[in-house]
Structures are given as structure tokens and as C-alpha cells.
């Protein structure tokens, strides 16, 4: 890692929420594949930054995007 990365970050705390598609459910659903209550992708109070849309290997969206408190 980088000193410029480190001196950045440093006193930064930086969240990275994960959504995508579940087949079994037909829903979102966050990391532990049920609901969205670990979720905060697009009503958090702080702000976000680098959203990402990927198909993975099911052929489903996923949904990523770091946020600042």
C-alpha cells in the first residue's frame, strides 16, 4: 500500500455496501443474502462515491459503492 493511500485514509472510516439480485428470493438482498437490512445504498446520510454495476457468474447485477459517514 501506498504512503499517499495511507495518509489519505487515515482518518477516514469508509463503508462498502454490497447489493445484487437474489434468483431464490426475486429480490435485492445484501452480503448475507437475505433482505436489506445491512444496506445503505441509496438513503445514507453521508456520501458515496465509485458506484459499480456488475453481472457476476449467475448472470445477476450487483450493485457496490463506497460511502463516507
Not at 21 to 49: L, P, R
Request: proline letters at 4%; aromatic letters at 18%.
Amino acid at each position: 500500500m501506498s504512503k499517499n493511500f495511507k495518509k489519505r485514509f487515515s482518518f477516514t472510516i469508509i463503508y462498502i455496501f454490497l447489493l445484487f439480485f437474489s434468483t431464490i428470493f426475486a429480490e435485492w438482498v445484501d452480503v448475507d443474502g437475505v433482505d436489506q437490512e445491512s444496506i445503505n445504498v441509496s438513503n445514507n446520510t453521508g456520501d458515496s462515491y465509485t458506484p459499480s454495476l456488475q453481472i457476476n457468474n449467475f448472470d445477476n447485477p450487483c450493485i457496490a459503492s463506497v460511502h463516507y459517514p
